[in-house]
Nanobody, 113 residues
């Protein structure tokens, strides 16, 4: 099993980023997928979740209206589109596959002027 995140970086407040998580080694189309994040000194928190066929999504209150989770089962990839980024969004973002229970290595997002 492998989950490889990409797309993080350093951006200014108000900017956008799109994170990608490429999956392999399991049946991606059958797994609910989530994005989590962990800021320095804080616990890891759930950001967004999407069901296996993409029919249902859920978001943390702090990102509703700004972030969008999506997936392409033909490409075994889940995405997180992040708009209107704020300094408080600065964190290490992780991809998580619910079936099997597996974490990616994370990609850093830093929002700073």
């Amino acid at each position: 099993v492998q989950l490889v995140e990409s797309g993080g970086g350093l951006v200014q407040p108000g900017a956008s980023l799109r994170l990608s998580c490429a999956a392999s080694g399991f049946t991606f189309s059958r797994s609910t997928m989530s994005w989590y994040r962990q800021a320095p000194g804080k616990e890891r928190e759930l950001v967004a979740t999407i069901t296996s066929a993409g029919g249902s999504t859920n978001y943390a209150d702090s990102v509703k209206g700004r972030f969008t989770i999506s997936r392409d089962n033909a490409k075994n990839t889940v995405y997180l589109q992040m708009n209107s980024l704020k300094p408080e969004d600065t964190a290490l973002f992780y991809c998580y596959a619910h079936t099997p229970r597996y974490w990616g290595q994370g990609t850093q997002v830093t929002v700073s002027s």
